[in-house]
């Protein structure tokens, strides 16, 4: 079928799973994360934060043993396969008397909430009732910016990473039409994130119906900070990591003390999402794929700079480029095939970059120096003088009166802090950023400075520079 | 096709044309199956599930030609083919919501309960359907029937896993997709097309589902979901 321009940014169910789905998620990741106690284990594992776990109950002979007095004030009751939220109790204190209080504010003995954990166990609430498994959580006190949007229930931030970058992100608030369940099907609202600053853009109620005010209580649905943002993608890339799950929705819960915590991974992530944020998934997953994202931190700088908002213009020249800091490793690679890595210095003020003498020796240049430095060119004044010692020196060797060293491609006036000289400029391979390429370089005595290595505007072209990056 | 036949008839094999009407059926699962995979794929129509858009066209097919001998017609093998589905939805439905839903059953017992009430339900339609002259389905032929009544399952699984909204609009597109797919089996002729050129026939049927089953495109029903992004001036 034909696909229109704007129709090329939308992701559709075929796509999901043949491009997406298939390739990116094994059967054995996404058993994971359809297991609420075994994402819970593994996330925790590699210090990922989630609602901590209280206890599970998986029969009636571990529901006979368990001491309810160990419990804490508030905590949650939820069937581990329930079907739609069904059998989720939420108890948040305990009165007097040892009863736990709802917050409709009814009151439930324990034998009352040992009956309850006896339907969950029959399959109550699961899916053609088969027996189930009870799990008992902390409560998550959700964090203040977010309550007055969400009716009884809690706000649920969800993050799509694909290839260890997020791409796109939705709150989704309860309403009182949803009945406290933050759940789109049912009359939840969904408000689409800008990525680079964690803040709302646009929102939808149920499936599609766009909406700028809470039904609730007409607060503006755009603009709403979401806290703890670059931990929240920081934590949803590690998640994928650890999980397996190339493509993931990371669901979150926001609370007060604690922060985002996960609640649950989805191997299968909804379409509804580019909905709310007014824009197309599959673009940004063209644009995430193939990226190599070697740290956390660089998928969400990444997540930022090609998905937040107002950068959106300048997307089609970022593409392809390789996000680098101000100081990055290097490896070079010498004549004698001797590989070093070395610290540079990014430095957009040079044009050329240049690599101290010293570390050129190492790297088998030496004979070519010392035939350079055999002219013995002195330091110059001038510019003027400088360059013409150049011009003659070019003479020369046109007449043939003197044969230059088939290495060295030319020469370079240099200007530093001890005057003006004459340098030769070399081919080298280097390597930054995963990049290989074969560049010219001077060679200057850098012994005295703290980099052994700038690298000018020459060899930036297929690069960005992110100063915050260290 | 004739190399077929001549082989079945020098073995021995009579009534050739009834063979033929079963090596045709057999040819036509598979186009019917082409057709499930493009509306789900492509068209984006949804079913209950992969079985009864398969099964209802034979049904439908199978009380034409079977049941009322007397006239088989089209269009009443559509219109008996309706009614048998409208009274397993509808009973299946009745049951559930009104009996069953509440009740904290194993599946199975549950599924017999319903198969037991949509059963009840088919006699007491044939017995009416004597009552006010109309005499097609107590001419069905009992495993037509039968096809029919185990849709009640499909329905079941429906109802107890989304709503009753939900559960009717699949069940429409179930059914638009399996008129659409009797209708096409009904051809003439697509008959001769498969008796003349079977080959052919596989090749497309082959090549068709190629295409399908790595069509990555949006499909038509996600132009209609998606038109807020995809049809609007950028």
């Known amino acids: 079928m034909f696909r229109t321009k704007n129709a090329k940014k939308v992701l559709g169910l075929n796509e999901r799973y043949l491009e997406y789905i298939r390739p990116f998620n094994l059967r054995s990741a996404i058993k994971i994360a359809d297991d609420k106690v075994l994402t819970k284990k593994i996330l925790n594992k590699h210090k990922i934060p989630t609602p901590s776990k209280i206890a599970i109950i998986k029969n009636r002979w571990e529901l006979s043993q368990f001491d309810f007095d160990t419990l804490p004030k508030s905590f949650v009751i939820k069937p581990v396969h329930g079907v739609r939220g069904g059998g989720v109790e939420i108890f948040y204190n305990r009165d007097e008397n040892g009863n736990w209080i709802k ?4 009151r439930h003995s324990v034998e009352s909430i040992k009956h309850h954990i006896r339907d969950i166990l029959d399959g109550k609430f699961s899916l053609f009732n088969q027996p189930d498994i009870v ?3 902390e409560r998550v006190r959700q964090h203040k910016n977010l309550k007055p ?4 229930g809690a706000a649920d931030v969800r993050v799509i990473v694909f290839n260890k970058i997020p791409v796109m992100s939705y709150v989704r608030f309860p309403t009182k039409e949803s009945e406290g369940k933050a759940n789109l099907d049912r009359g939840a609202i969904g408000a689409g994130i800008d990525m680079a600053i964690g803040k709302t853009t646009n929102a939808i109620i149920g499936k599609a119906t766009p909406i700028q005010k809470h039904p609730d209580n007409k607060l503006a649905l755009s603009g709403i900070k979401i806290p703890y943002w670059d931990k929240i993608l920081r934590y949803a890339i590690e998640a994928s990591k650890v999980s397996g799950l190339g493509f993931v929705a ?3 819960l926001i609370d007060q003390d604690k922060g985002p915590l996960i609640v649950e991974l989805n191997a299968r992530p909804g379409l509804s999402i580019q909905l709310a944020n007014d824009d197309g998934l599959r673009w940004r997953l063209k644009k995430a794929s193939g990226i190599k994202v070697k740290t956390t931190e660089k998928g969400v700088r990444l997540a930022k700079d090609l998905f937040g908002g107002e950068i959106e213009e300048e997307i089609e020249t970022l593409s392809g480029k390789e996000l680098i800091g101000i100081y990055e490793k290097v490896t070079l690679t010498g004549l004698n095939g001797k590989s070093v890595e070395v610290l540079a210095k990014i430095d957009t003020g040079a044009y050329r970059t240049s690599i101290d003498e010293n570390l050129m020796r190492e790297l088998g240049y030496g004979d070519i120096i010392d035939y350079f430095n055999s002219f013995k060119y002195p330091i110059f004044k001038t510019m003027e003088e400088a360059k013409s010692v150049t011009k003659k020196r070019d003479e020369l060797i046109k007449e043939g009166k003197i044969k230059e060293h088939p290495q060295i491609i030319a020469r370079s006036i240099v200007k530093s802090g001890n005057g003006i000289t004459l340098r030769p400029i070399v081919s080298i391979k280097i390597k930054l950023s995963d990049v290989q390429f074969d560049t010219n370089v001077t060679i200057i005595d850098r012994s005295h400075l703290s980099y052994k290595m700038i690298i000018g505007r020459a060899d930036l072209k297929n690069f960005i520079i992110d100063v915050t990056k260290s | 096709m004739d190399v077929i036949w001549n082989i079945l ?7 050739i044309d009834s063979i033929k009407q079963t090596f045709l059926l057999l040819m036509m699962l598979p186009i019917v199956s082409t057709l499930v995979g493009f509306s789900r794929h492509l068209l984006g129509l949804k079913t209950i599930n992969t079985y009864a858009p398969l099964i209802i ?10 049941g009322v001998s007397t006239k088989p017609d089209i269009e009443n093998s559509i219109k008996l083919g309706v009614v048998l589905f409208l009274i397993v939805f509808i009973t299946t439905g009745a049951i559930y ?3 069953l839903k509440p009740l904290r059953m194993h599946y199975i017992p549950k599924t017999t309960l319903i198969v037991t009430a949509v059963s009840i339900s088919v006699i007491a339609s044939m017995i009416y359907g004597t009552l006010i002259d109309e005499y097609g389905l107590i001419y069905v032929n009992f495993f037509t029937l039968v096809m029919m009544i185990i849709l009640c399952e499909g329905f079941f699984a429906v109802f107890a896993r989304k709503n009753f909204k939900y559960a009717f609009y699949i069940s429409l597109q179930t059914l638009i997709i399996s008129i659409l797919s009797f209708l096409i089996i009904s051809a003439k002729p697509l008959h001769e097309l498969i008796f003349n050129y079977p080959i052919l026939v596989l090749i497309a049927i082959i090549g068709a589902n190629m295409y399908i089953g790595t069509y990555k495109g949006l499909r038509l029903s996600e132009y209609w979901r998606f038109r807020s992004l995809i049809f609007r001036p950028r």
């Open chain 1, 135 to 137: 799990l008992i959580e």
């Open chain 2, 97 to 99: 919501y009104w009996v």
């Open chain 1, 250 to 252: 990371v669901d979150f």
């Open chain 2, 9 to 15: 008839l020098d073995a021995g094999v009579t009534e």
């Open chain 1, 103 to 106: 917050s409709d504010s009814s």
């Open chain 2, 57 to 66: 066209p034979f049904a439908i097919y199978e009380i034409g030609t079977e």
């Open chain 1, 149 to 152: 949007y969400s009716f009884r």
